[in-house]
């Protein structure tokens, strides 16, 4: 027999019952009775209960035994008593009767307990990560990362990709977020930088002739943590494709990412196809370009209701939309009638301090005294009838129900309204559950107003293709922009998936051109020189010929967040870092002696005082 198992914990059966069976596992709990002791053993695949009886020899030790101690088990495998079945784990009906026990690693006293998965201080679990790991949720949870990215492989593979590995020491790229910079030893004064994606490297491939890449990659980005974000590092399912057009790699992707969904939704649904929304439209009826598609209830543009304060008498928003800004309404619906003025004045105050904006202001429809609807809230308050029944027609509301209005400059009514959707569903409890609802997020602005900068600069991606209309070529399309409003209607071939409201992946159709990328780049105010000295091996490459090409990269760690069902990346991540980037476990980021500061010819600056 096996020096410490002939079989795991999580595969003993009726069918083996009368077999000598040896175990080896962690003591995840122990209960004693008048007559037996009885352990439950954890390995990896599940759990086996084993009984010692008083008369063994190494009664006593088993009862001393910390819980979570490693221990090896051997006996007879036994049928339970009928009432003595637990149909709660796969091995229920069966027990290993203990003939003899090795103890081969004693526990310490834990800092967390494992059994039962208490919730505990993150600093603690995040410092002893290997005992949280041992929690069967989130033991689960890593297991279901493997087999999802088990599943985008094969998946791959049989659409025809290949997986290559690009470098981790690289060149510094501005992609939108700090670098993570590694000094040179051999080329003092010098950085690396880990990539924060593999772009130009996957460009470049497709420059070299490869057809159809891939790669489970690791990017790094020095950024702030969120709930679906980690600082530091992440892993994104990477793909280029030579010779394709935008619905090319949709039609590549999307049965990919619904397939995996599908694979692991665990009787969830999937919706398929993915409808296709232009980024005006998401942000017109959602506040974002991350829809939550299971929300029922879309947001409405009434400015045009409170241009004339003779007919509303609610001078704020007619000031707000004179001054050509806008007020973006809220449905809640049965709000009024199911939720007390609290429910109200907490969306308001929610307003003022999380989103740091003026507040909301709502209306709580009733029916009125003479028929027809009314609210005596101030915004609705004096509306005139004709003027109110006209606006709630055009929001299908009707009384029972609320709204809140989101009133200010365009960019920020449309932003805390998006967020106020999302906050009023979660609240009402109107979110669909059990469903998956992706969508594509398409037509992106290739431009944006920097205001802070007084000028124009790319808004997503700067290696994007413009949207060039029929009978006109890319660079005709650039040429002829020759005032900022022109620019900034200049669409690219940019695409997200976006699922429940979380973004999936960004990916573009590539601009191959060099004449093509430098006029881009020059209506944003960055000289050819920019472009030479920060991209010189993507340019320099795509004068030798380059391929039409276009691809996308789905972040792994938000596909298991979404599958596994937690609302924190965390979760699904092995050895993540706590909100300030630190790693807890392992005591980084640390300090360096002095001797290797000195072999990478650098010197520290202490920090200034903070005032």
């Avoid at 429940?500 to 992946?505: A, V």
């Amino acid at each position: 027999m096996h020096a410490y198992r002939s079989h795991t914990c999580g595969e003993l059966r009726k069918d083996h019952v009368g077999q000598t069976v040896k175990l080896s596992g962690w003591v995840h709990r122990k209960r004693e009775h008048a007559n037996a002791l009885f352990i439950d053993l954890r390995d990896h695949y599940g759990i086996s209960q084993v009984v010692v009886y008083p008369d063994a020899e190494f009664y006593e030790a088993a009862k001393r035994c910390p819980s979570e101690s490693v221990i090896t088990v051997t006996g007879e495998l036994l049928a339970r008593d009928a009432e003595a079945i637990n149909a709660e784990i796969p091995t229920g009906e069966v027990e290993l009767r203990a003939d003899a026990m090795i103890i081969e690693s004693a526990a310490d006293s834990l800092p967390l307990p494992v059994f039962g998965e208490q919730d505990y201080p993150e600093d603690i679990r995040l410092k002893h990560r290997y005992l949280d790991l041992r929690r069967e949720t989130l033991h689960n949870n890593i297991i279901l990362r493997g087999q999802v990215i088990n599943s985008l492989r094969r998946r791959m593979i049989d659409q025809g990709f290949t997986e290559f590995q690009t470098p981790i020491l690289t060149a510094s790229s501005p992609e939108g977020a700090r670098d993570f910079l590694v000094p040179s030893r051999l080329n003092p004064g010098k950085f690396y930088a880990l990539p924060q994606a593999p772009q130009q490297f996957k460009q470049l491939l497709m420059v070299a002739g490869f057809d159809r890449y891939f790669q489970i990659a690791p990017c790094f980005r020095d950024e702030d943590a969120r709930a679906d974000r980690s600082p530091g590092e992440f892993y994104q399912l990477d793909i280029e494709m030579s010779f394709v057009t935008q619905d090319d790699v949709f039609n590549a992707i999307e049965p990919v990412m619904a397939g995996v969904f599908e694979e692991f939704a665990g009787g969830r649904e999937v919706q398929t196809p993915f409808p296709r929304i232009p980024y005006k439209e998401s942000m017109e009826r959602y506040g974002n370009d991350k829809p939550d598609l299971r929300i029922p209830f879309e947001l409405t543009d009434v400015s045009e209701f409170f241009t004339d304060e003779a007919k509303t008498g609610f001078g704020i928003f007619a000031k707000i939309t004179k001054g050509g800004g806008k007020v973006i309404a809220i449905p809640a619906p049965k709000a009024a009638a199911n939720q007390s003025r609290k429910f109200f004045d907490n969306m308001d105050k929610w307003a003022k301090k999380e989103m740091q904006m003026p507040g909301l202001g709502y209306a709580r429809l009733k029916e009125a005294d003479g028929g027809g609807v009314d609210s005596q809230d101030p915004v609705l308050k004096n509306f005139e009838p004709a003027h109110l029944e006209a606006l709630l027609e055009k929001m299908g509301l009707c009384a029972g129900d609320g709204i809140f209005f989101s009133a200010g400059k365009k960019g920020d009514a449309y932003k805390l309204a998006g967020a106020a959707r999302n906050k009023v569903a979660a609240d009402l409890d109107m979110i669909e559950e059990g469903v998956f609802k992706f969508c594509w997020i398409v037509d992106f602005p290739m431009y944006e107003w920097d205001e802070d900068n007084k000028k124009v600069d790319f808004s997503h991606n700067p290696f994007s293709m413009p949207q060039a209309p029929d009978g006109m070529t890319a660079m005709e399309l650039l040429e002829s922009a020759d005032t900022v409003e022109k620019q900034l209607d200049i669409l690219a071939y940019q695409y997200d998936i976006v699922c429940n409201g979380i973004e999936l992946s960004s990916g573009a159709i590539r601009n191959h051109k060099p004449d093509v990328m430098y006029k881009a780049f020059e209506l944003a105010g960055y000289g050819s020189e920019v472009v030479d000295d920060k991209f010189s091996g993507m340019i320099n490459a795509f004068k030798y010929g380059a391929p039409p090409h276009g691809g996308i990269a789905p972040g792994v760690d938000r596909i298991v967040m979404l599958l596994a069902g937690t609302n924190t990346i965390r979760d699904v991540i092995l050895f993540p870092m706590n909100g300030q980037a630190q790693d807890l476990m392992m005591n980084a980021p640390a300090e360096v002696d002095a001797k290797a500061l000195k072999e990478l010819h650098l010197k520290l600056i202490p920090p200034a005082p903070k005032d």
